[in-house]
Structures are given as structure tokens and as C-alpha cells.
């Protein structure tokens, strides 16, 4: 796939989801908050590990031209991070946003379907660490997230967009039904397992 992918939040999650996601073929454009603080405070540069995934300074150059934008913020920051999202989505676009959390349903990206976003959840159901991306034996081996399963939900199409990805990532796709009880229920059933 050629689709352009924005990926808002750099830590362990966002990382390897755009790390993965540029080794498979989408053009990727990273941002964290940290990027936008002076070198100085933001601590060492990380250069990406893959091709296709651009770190942009700025969140609204990383929005630039993307059909699906994955917000892989701490639980908190997901609705905040939604409006302020909403306001530099350019006019007419219509990305599909996922958030990553297990804990929340797609009701956390409210603000962002008012405005006719589908939107939904893509939440891989393991753990990621810090780095894992580094864990590759050689460049280019994509893999870490083979295999495992992500839960998906909310809007059709959300969810069409959502099975993509999960399939771009040699991963497994996990429907959830029921809105945010379903939600609820899931993220229940994985601390459990956990």
C-alpha cells in the first residue's frame, strides 16, 4: 500500500506500529510533543529505523495528506489530543483515526466524528517495549507484531481501515461488538490474561 499514515505519539506503541507500517509499504508520518520542544530539552535525537517514516516537528505537517491517523497516546491524552486534531484537519478531509488504548472505546475520538471522521480503535493486545523496533535480528525484518491480535472498534469504515493495517502487519484482527461495553468487557478479559 501507498497510503499516507499519521502516527501521533512516538513512544513504545507508535514506534513500532510506524516503524512496521513504513517496512510494509505506507508512507508514515511520525510526531510526538517531544519533537516539538527545543533539542535541548527534548533530550537526544532517535532517527527512524525505517524507510517511509518521516518525524515531522510539527503535528499539522505530519497530518498533511493522510487517509488514516493512529493517535497511540497515553489513555489521558487521547480526547485532548482528538481537538486538537480536529482543528487542523485541512477542509473536506476525512481521515479515518484510530486510537490505540484497550481501555476506551471510539468514544474518546467523539469530537473528531462530529466532524464526519469514521473513527475507532486499533489496540494490539500485547505488550510492547520500549525499543522493540531495535529487537529486529537485521534491518528490515518487520516482524514484531506478526501474529499477535489487535482488538478493533467502532465506525464500518473505521473498521475496514483498521483490518488493513492488521493485515499489512502480518497480524490478527479481533472485532469487538457492543460500543464501549464491548470495549469495556475486552479490556476486562486482557487484564485478566495478562
Not at 532517527?47 to 516537528?57: K, S
Not at 517495549?129 to 472498534?153: C, D, Q
Request: hydrophobic share 45%.
Amino acid at each position: 500500500p501507498a497510503q499516507r499514515l499519521c502516527v501521533l505519539g512516538l513512544g513504545a506503541v507508535g514506534r513500532v506500529l510506524g516503524e512496521e507500517l513504513a517496512f510494509a509499504g505506507y508512507r508514515v508520518n511520525g510526531w510526538s510533543p517531544r519533537l516539538e520542544l527545543p533539542l535541548s530539552e527534548a533530550g537526544p535525537a532517535n532517527p527512524p529505523l525505517a524507510p517511509n517514516l518521516r518525524f515531522e516537528a510539527k503535528i499539522d505537517a505530519a497530518l498533511a495528506g493522510a487517509s488514516a491517523v493512529l493517535i497511540c497516546v497515553r489513555d489521558a491524552a487521547i480526547a485532548e489530543l482528538a481537538e486538537r486534531v480536529s482543528g487542523l484537519v485541512a477542509e473536506g478531509a476525512r481521515p479515518v483515526v484510530l486510537h490505540t488504548s484497550g481501555f476506551h472505546g471510539p468514544e474518546r475520538l467523539a469530537r473528531l466524528a462530529e466532524l464526519g471522521m469514521p473513527v475507532g480503535v486499533l489496540h494490539p493486545l500485547t505488550a510492547v517495549p520500549r525499543g522493540a523496533g531495535r529487537m529486529r535480528p537485521r534491518l528490515g525484518e518487520t516482524r514484531y507484531l506478526r501474529g499477535v491480535w489487535f482488538a478493533l472498534n467502532g465506525d464500518p469504515e473505521a473498521c475496514r481501515v483498521a483490518r488493513e493495517i492488521v493485515s499489512a502487519l502480518g497480524a490478527r484482527p479481533l472485532v469487538l461488538e457492543g460500543g464501549a461495553e464491548g470495549q469495556a468487557l475486552y479490556h476486562a478479559a486482557a487484564a485478566l490474561l495478562s
